[in-house]
Structures are given as structure tokens and as C-alpha cells.
T-cell receptor
Framework: AQKITQTQPGMFVQEKEAVTLDCTYD???????LFWYKQPSSGEMIFLIY??????QNATEGRYSLNFQKARKSANLVISASQLGDSAMYFC????????????FGPGTRLSVLP | DVKVTQSSRYLVKRTGEKVFLECVQD?????MFWYRQDPGLGLRLIYF???????EKGDIPEGYSVSREKKERFSLILESASTNQTSMYLC????????????FGSGTRLTVV
């Protein structure tokens, strides 16, 4: 079964508007971390934001915030005030304490910001 | 600025050649990883290493081998390159623990002709 689900293969957003990219996950571990990465067309994977399973507050990093709903096992990325440079692939990933050192990545969402 | 460096950004090799992809990190991370990324297939783990001289197979190890003789360097080897190994290869490193993320290199786009 897929451990990370990103149901939106592609998204469009108008410049300066906010956008939410969905991510749901599946784990039986109590301790885990959730991460979002951005991959522009250049190919490099850029770390955006992290949320720990025991964190009570939603993580924020500048224009990025993570809407963490633990009971629903969702970790949606919210980008506020979209910019043209936000156009990229976005990957949700999870790292579990009890299952080795590997990440599990979602399939990604391609975000296109329209001028 | 801490980083993961992949030796080549673009590489073109011939079928049957032995290919070395090098990855070096300067963060003293225990863990290093090699992924390949293909359209529609996402990121797939080839091999990883959690210590010097240690290696573990990932999801798609066939046709690849790895070497980690020093902590900072993790090499991916294509013993006999084939056209179906044309792909984007991403190296990453991290500390151990659920709260540590990966730091990725800039990737190598390999074309096997």
C-alpha cells in the first residue's frame, strides 16, 4: 500500500494567491517526520519544511506552512502569496523511526503559477 | 554552506560502458542514498549506506552497485550501462532519526546511447 499519497498530479494557482497541496500518509509508527521538498525544472531537490509527529503546532517557514492533522494523517503544504518562481514539482515525504533510515516519497504535485 | 556534491550534472555514455557516479558530502552524515527519478515513476531508491563500507539494497538495485570507502563519499556504479538506465540520478545524505531530512545533490542526468 502507498504510504504517501498526493492526489493532485497538477495544480494551477494565480500569482499572489494562496494554494494548498495535499498529502496523506500511512504509518503505524508513533514517531515520524513529515517533509516537503520542491524540485524546480533544474532538478535539484530543495527542502522546504518539516513537521514532527509530536509537534503540537503547525510548522511554518516564511511563505510555507504545514497544515498537520494527525488524526486524519494529513500534512498539507500551504504556500501563501504565490510567486512565479514557485512553479515546480512538490514532494511530500515521511521518515519513520522504526523503519530504517529511508524516506518514503509521494508521487509529487506539479504546481504552475500563472501571471 | 553545507552541501552534497555530485560530480557531473550531465553525462552521456555508451551502452556497455562502466559508469561511475560520484557523490561527496561535507556534513559528516552517517547515511547516504542513491535514487533515480523517472517521469511517472517518482523517486526510487537504488542503494543506501548507513556507515562506511556498509550498503543496503533499495527498491531497484539490479544493474547497479555502490561503494563507500570513506564516510563522505558514496559512489554509484553501473557495471554495464544500458539504455534503460537513462535517468536522473539523485544523491542524498542525512543523519539518522525521524526528525532529520535529506540534503540532496543537484542531480546527474545520465543518457545511455
Amino acid at each position: 500500500a502507498q504510504k504517501i499519497t498526493q492526489t493532485q498530479p497538477g495544480m494551477f494557482v494565480q500569482e499572489k494567491e494562496a494554494v494548498t497541496l495535499d498529502c496523506t500518509y500511512d504509518t503505524s509508527d508513533q514517531s515520524y517526520g513529515l517533509f516537503w521538498y520542491k524540485q524546480p525544472s533544474s532538478g535539484e531537490m530543495i527542502f522546504l519544511i518539516y513537521q514532527g509527529s509530536y509537534d503540537e503546532q503547525n510548522a511554518t517557514e516564511g511563505r510555507y506552512s504545514l497544515n498537520f492533522q494527525k488524526a486524519r494523517k494529513s500534512a498539507n503544504l500551504v504556500i501563501s502569496a504565490s510567486q512565479l518562481g514557485d512553479s515546480a514539482m512538490y514532494f511530500c515525504a515521511m521518515r519513520e523511526r522504526n523503519y530504517g533510515q529511508n524516506f518514503v516519497f509521494g508521487p509529487g504535485t506539479r504546481l504552475s503559477v500563472l501571471p | 554552506d553545507v552541501k552534497v556534491t555530485q560530480s557531473s550534472r550531465y553525462l552521456v555514455k555508451r551502452t556497455g560502458e562502466k559508469v561511475f557516479l560520484e557523490c561527496v558530502q561535507d556534513m559528516d552524515h552517517e547515511n547516504m542514498f542513491w535514487y533515480r527519478q523517472d517521469p511517472g515513476l517518482g523517486l526510487r531508491l537504488i542503494y543506501f549506506s548507513y556507515d562506511v563500507k556498509m550498503k543496503e539494497k533499495g527498491d531497484i538495485p539490479e544493474g547497479y552497485s555502490v561503494s563507500r570507502e570513506k564516510k563522505e563519499r558514496f559512489s554509484l556504479i553501473l557495471e554495464s550501462a544500458s539504455t534503460n538506465q537513462t535517468s536522473m540520478y539523485l544523491c542524498a545524505s542525512s543523519r539518522t532519526g525521524a526528525n532529520y531530512g535529506y540534503t540532496f545533490g543537484s542531480g546527474t542526468r545520465l543518457t545511455v546511447v
